[in-house]
């Protein structure tokens, strides 16, 4: 019995290192990354293929609970509209179990986007899926994609900026000058730093 106890409990933990690890993971860049299909705010379900002129996409993992991903709404509504008309449209997506925290519940997620005036897409990634598959671990938390022939090929990934505090005292702005090297064709010289934000709630 006690062999048989200990067996569960050694798969328990390798099933959760195993998923831990997965989660860790996710995306490099240079990968492709997979199309999803989530529902928007306004109740149409969005795919990245819906986007047929774009020649890229700003994913950023985000919510309404973080205070991080709070300080970053502002500039993240920026990029939207720098860049969408460029074919770099923002794709958000709330990753939270929303049982763990009911303040991004798609209710508050049309709240937050009506009272902040959000121009792009608020997805909810509703089975907590598509996250994993990018190796996302904070809000926020940004996957630059560039529209090839072979599939979406990730660019970048890391955080939006150096000062996530004072938008005034930012010495790098990361996703602003990966999108400014593709749109350009030159390669990116910063493809990829660290997240700073909230853990993502599972």
């Known amino acids: 019995m006690k062999l048989v106890l200990v067996a569960i409990v050694i798969a328990g933990v390798s099933a ?9 993971e996710g995306y490099k860049v240079g990968d492709v990354a997979t199309d999803f299909k989530l529902p928007n705010i306004d109740g149409k ?14 994913i950023t993992f985000t919510c309404n609970t973080c205070p991080y ?7 993240i509504e920026a990029l939207n ?24 519940s798609m209710d508050a997620m049309k709240a937050r986007a009506q009272e902040k005036g959000f121009t792009f897409p608020y997805l909810m990634d509703t089975n907590q899926k ?3 598959q990018y190796g996302a671990t904070k809000t926020p938390h940004i996957y ?9 090929i990730v660019k970048y990934i890391g955080a939006i900026d150096d000062n996530y505090q004072d938008a005034t005292k930012v ?11 593709l ?18 709630k599972v």
């Open 69 to 75: 991903a709070v300080a970053y709404e502002d500039r």
């Open 16 to 24: 959760f290192t195993i998923s831990k690890k997965q989660v860790r």
């Open 130 to 132: 598509i996250y994993p």
């Open 183 to 200: 749109l350009k064709g030159k390669d990116i010289e910063i493809k990829e730093t660290k997240a700073i934000g909230c853990s993502i």
């Open 45 to 58: 379900m969005v795919s990245l293929s819906n986007f047929k002129d774009a020649k890229g996409f700003i």
């Open 81 to 104: 509209k720098k860049y969408a008309s460029q074919g770099y449209p923002v794709i958000a997506i709330m990753p939270n179990n929303v049982e763990v925290k009911p303040g991004d």
């Open 144 to 152: 630059i994609l560039e529209k090839t022939k072979g599939g979406n």
């Open 171 to 181: 010495k790098t702005k990361y996703v602003e000058n990966a999108v400014d090297a």
